[in-house]
């Protein structure tokens, strides 16, 4: 009997959309490298909310979270459409249950960035924008991981991987993710920057199960930084 309620019990928690995360979505105006990074209590968060393409746009899709949102987003930016238009349009052609708790970043290669987090997404939740940038999280901490995120990432110079890399950071040091931490990742596109040949990812580093995700991923970032230097 134990054994089988540990099983319910396991069942019912794998079973949950709902993805308790915080992520910023970003544009370098200078060279426009597009990028998503992200952490959560969640087994490896970088499968699933991070997305972009060189020179079209990057998107972070979360909370009760529609995959969809990510490959769909992108398909739309390369029709024309603005962040915006494509935030409006996924939510219109969303029939899938629990629009109302999603969460999802768009910024397009044209610098234009658009949020939305759903009335229903588990608290803490919200979003904050800048010039270049969304910060965006539920089930956090509260209102001051959002706010450490976006001041971090104005105020970091560099290369926008360190950018990223310095509002999660900043996140998590300002509570983060309230259930604790297990995996974060870090996704930058370029045309042609990627390793070997025909390659757009820049970076793309993913840690998918750790006790200390963001001093992992500070490892790997290292690691990978210092190969497209080369």
Request: aromatic share 6%; hydrophobic share 45%.
């Amino acid at each position: 009997m134990k054994k089988l309620l540990c099983l319910s019990a396991f069942v019912l928690l794998t079973a949950i959309p709902a993805m308790a995360t915080f992520s910023i979505v970003a544009i370098d105006p200078r060279n426009g490298d597009l990028g998503v990074a992200v952490a959560s209590r969640y087994f490896a968060v970088g499968a699933v909310v991070p997305w972009a393409e060189a020179a079209v746009g990057a998107v972070a899709t979360q909370a009760n979270v529609n995959v969809g949102y990510g490959p769909r987003a992108l398909e739309l930016l390369k029709t024309g459409l603005t962040a915006q238009q494509v935030v409006d349009k996924l939510l219109k052609e969303d029939t899938f249950p629990g629009k109302a708790a999603r969460q999802i970043a768009v910024v397009d290669a044209k610098g234009n960035v658009a949020v939305f987090t759903g009335t229903e997404a588990s608290d803490w939740k919200g979003h904050r924008k800048g010039a270049t940038y969304s910060v965006q999280g539920n089930i956090l901490a509260g209102p001051q991981v959002l706010e450490a995120m976006g001041r971090a990432f104005e105020s970091t110079t560099g290369e926008l991987p360190e950018k990223l890399y310095a509002a999660l950071k900043a996140g998590d040091e300002a509570g983060g993710d309230r259930r604790g931490r297990q995996s974060a990742s870090i996704l930058v596109v370029r045309k042609s920057g990627g390793r070997n040949i025909n390659n757009d990812r820049y970076v793309f580093v993913n840690v998918d199960d750790h006790p200390e995700p963001l001093k992992e991923l500070r490892r790997l970032l290292d690691i990978q930084m210092s190969l497209t230097k080369k």
